[in-house]
C-alpha cells in the first residue's frame, strides 16, 4: 500500500509534465532565439559569460546539434536571467506505459504457459488465452513486481 502510495506521487508529478509536449524547440536553438528575443548581440553574450565571441557561437551551435552540456546550458541561463528547465516528458501518460509493459508481459508469460498446455494436449482457446492475459495483466498491475520492466 505505502509504495502505491509513492508511485501515485512520482505519476502525479510527471503528469504535471504532459503538456509540455507540446512545447517545440526552435530551430536555431533556445538560446539563439532569446537572444535575438532580447536584442542582444552574439559579442554582447559572449561578454557575459566571459567567453570569446566564437565561443558563445559555439555553445548556440551545441545546443542545435544536441551536444550542449547540462552544466553548459545553466551558464547560458544564468547569463540571460533565466531559469534552465530541464525534465524528462513522457510521451504517454504514466498509467498507459505501465499498462501496456503489463500487457507485453503477461502476453509473454501466458504464451509460454499456452506452450506446455499444447504439449499436454490442453490447448486454450484463444478466448480462453486473451482472458489469462487480462488476469495477469491485473495481477502485474496490482503486485507491480520488481521484474517488471526485464525483458
Sequence with gaps: MFKQVIRDQYRSKLDQLFDLNRVV??????????????????PQLAGRLAVSKSQAS?????????????????????ALDCDLVYALVPRRSIDD??????????SKLVARAD????????????KQLQAQVDAEVERLLREMPRDLWED
Design 97 to 106: 506505459m505501465v499498462r501496456n509493459r503489463a500487457r507485453a508481459k503477461a
Design 25 to 42: 524547440r526552435p530551430k536555431e536553438g533556445w538560446i539563439r532565439t532569446l537572444r535575438k528575443a532580447l536584442g542582444m548581440s552574439s
Design 115 to 126: 506452450v506446455h498446455m499444447k504439449l499436454e494436449a490442453q490447448p486454450l482457446s484463444s
Design 58 to 78: 559555439q555553445m548556440e551551435r551545441m545546443e542545435v546539434d544536441d551536444r550542449i552540456t547540462l552544466k553548459q546550458l545553466r551558464r547560458v541561463a544564468d
